[in-house]
């Protein structure tokens, strides 16, 4: 059993994308070639945003992101520690100043009623994690930057194709960003991403800081970066297209069966989904305690599992200098008990089974910590 299915999906998508990079190997234009807006037009209709920019990566949308809103050396950004370095990284790099703001214990998404009391004169923008697949509560993250004059960069990095009261993920506030590495819900053979916003002039400024702030040709009118997304790259995530409305229906039934099977299994924390959103289940991901043994246990079952995220970025050495209100303790307890499990549109329903059988049973061996 794998972690992420990418075969069996290439199997089934094999003449899209064969063709598609094909055509890109006919005509050579490896940078900037027709796939790069042909794309974007498709994902800008996807997601209802008026621009979408591809980009390297997820990461460099976050930074392109930051540099297009003018973040400036000592601007703060408020984000949640509980999420993959990136988010804070770029922060980091782009001069500003991660301040950390603890999350749901139930959802591991950003805690919004938090956000304003770690608002101060230097915050620039709020970035929210749309954690697992789930979009925070971004209509309360929306009020509040719009009452302090702030920007909203989502990092949808793992919710490309989530639905929050009726609209879409990357469509929800000034940006938001998604990435298409392998193995996230829309992937590509490499690295990529993308920027969403409904701004034309934020979106021109992502087009220029793409390619080295160039405005014409050698006509650098802002500081840059290289970041562009490869034609092939481009190719292989239209290739993929036709099938990833029924990839997310997949994912959701998936996900609504793992949710049926483990409410069976006592010793098993499941991360909630709101009523009012979905979750594209970029990863499926339950809490438990001991957990250093359970995922020993699973793994000699032939169980793939992985932890997103062990430690939270304030308790990372690179970040142990940035702000924040406290200690966020539920981010430091989810990051002890939170384990994903085996997730894609392609998992069968017997996997899905010996998942949770093995999963049960080595929540009910006694373990190590267990014995007299
Ligand atoms: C994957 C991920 C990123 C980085 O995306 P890359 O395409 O790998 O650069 C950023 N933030 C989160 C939350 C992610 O899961």
């Known amino acids: 059993m794998q972690f992420t299915d990418l075969k069996t999906q290439y199997a089934a998508l094999k003449g899209s994308i064969d063709a598609r990079i094909q055509r890109v190997l006919d005509h050579g234009q490896y940078i900037m070639g027709p796939e790069v807006q042909e794309l974007e037009t498709a994902l800008a209709a996807l997601t209802g945003s008026k621009h979408c920019v591809t980009v390297a990566s997820g990461t460099e949308a976050l930074l392109i992101a930051l540099m297009a809103i003018d973040l400036k050396l000592g601007d703060e950004v408020i984000t949640t520690p509980f999420t993959f370095a990136a988010t804070a990284e770029m922060i980091v790099l782009a001069g500003g100043k991660p301040v950390f703001v603890d999350i749901e214990a139930d959802t591991c998404n950003i805690d919004a009623s938090l956000i304003e009391a770690a608002v101060t004169a230097r915050t620039k923008a709020i970035m929210p994690v749309s ?38 993920s990357c469509a929800l506030s000034t940006f938001g960003a998604t990435s298409f590495f392998p193995s996230k819900p829309l992937g590509c053979y490499g690295d990529g991403g993308a920027l969403f916003t409904d701004d034309a002039r934020l979106a021109q400024a992502a087009r220029q800081i793409r390619v080295h702030g160039q405005s014409a040709r050698y006509t650098h009118t802002r500081l840059g970066v290289g970041g562009r997304m ?108 939170v384990l994903s499990l085996p997730m894609s549109a392609d998992l069968g329903a017997a996997d899905q089974e010996r998942v949770v059988q093995a999963l049960a049973a080595a929540l009910h061996a006694p373990g190590p910590e267990a014995a007299p």
Not at 131 to 137: E, I, K, N, T
Not at 149 to 167: K, M, N, T
Request: hydrophobic share 45%; aromatic share 6%; net charge neutral.
């Open 131 to 168: 954690l697992y697949g789930q979009v925070a509560d971004m209509d309360e993250i929306n009020a509040i930057a719009a009452r302090h004059g702030l920007a909203v960069i989502e990092d949808a990095a793992q919710s490309f194709g989530a639905v929050y009261r009726g609209r879409r």
């Open 230 to 337: 490869d034609t092939l790259q481009c190719a292989v995530v239209l290739g993929k297209l036709g099938r990833f409305e029924w990839e997310l229906e997949r994912r959701a039934a998936i996900g609504a069966r793992y949710d049926e099977l483990l409410a069976g299994v006592p010793g098993v924390g499941r991360v909630a989904v709101r009523p009012d959103r979905n979750s594209v289940y970029a990863q499926y991901t339950v809490l438990v305690d001991n957990r250093a043994a359970v995922q020993a246990a699973l793994q000699a079952a032939g169980i793939p599992t992985a932890v997103h995220y062990p430690i939270p970025l304030h308790h990372q050495p690179a970040y142990a200098a940035c702000g924040g209100a406290d200690d966020c303790p539920a981010s430091v307890r989810a990051g002890e008990r």
